[in-house]
């Protein structure tokens, strides 16, 4: 079975290789601490510390078993080979609605989206109406609520940094 690609920015191949640091070195300690002293306790069978530091055990691992396969399977993107004037991985968006509110967006993986933090999965409703589009464009997004229309205002590649 194949696994999926991870589309990243260089800031989220970051942010995931720190999680991962801190989850192998930090968390894995706590929670082996944490089995050590409930199994102190005595009987397992009834013993609710264990449990619950056994759960949380399975959950580190589990997270670090995820994390190991995105960095292993992930394609890094820093809007360098974009289309000049074409929304696609890497290019901040910025938009109006129908009603003249404008929006910002930065295109990213579905790994890093964050709406709430202007960072919008290039698999969502808006992401795929976006992607190859140019300024200038008003593109129809189908929402819960009904049809939204946008129109692309700018659209602006990150600098990428020198190394």
Do not use: C, W
């Not at 809007?79 to 404008?102: C, H």
């Amino acid at each position: 079975m194949s696994e999926k690609e991870t589309v990243l920015t260089p800031e989220g191949l970051q942010k995931l290789q720190d999680e991962l640091d801190d989850l192998k070195t930090v968390h894995r300690r706590e929670v082996n601490d944490r089995i050590r002293q409930a199994k102190e306790f005595g009987d397992l069978s009834e013993n609710a510390e264990y449990e619950d530091a056994k759960q949380e055990q399975a959950f580190v691992e589990g997270r670090i078993l995820k994390i190991e396969a995105m960095l292993r399977n992930a394609r890094l993107i820093d809007g360098s080979d974009n289309p000049a004037g074409e929304v696609n991985l890497g290019s901040e968006v910025k938009l109006k609605d129908a009603s003249g509110k404008p929006f910002r967006f930065t295109i990213v993986g579905s790994t890093e989206a964050d709406p709430p933090n202007h960072r919008l999965s290039n698999e969502s409703p808006l992401g795929i109406a976006l992607i190859g589009r140019k300024t200038g464009d008003t593109v129809d997004v189908t929402t819960p609520r009904g049809v939204v229309q946008y129109t692309i205002e700018a659209i602006s590649t990150p600098k990428r940094a020198k190394r």
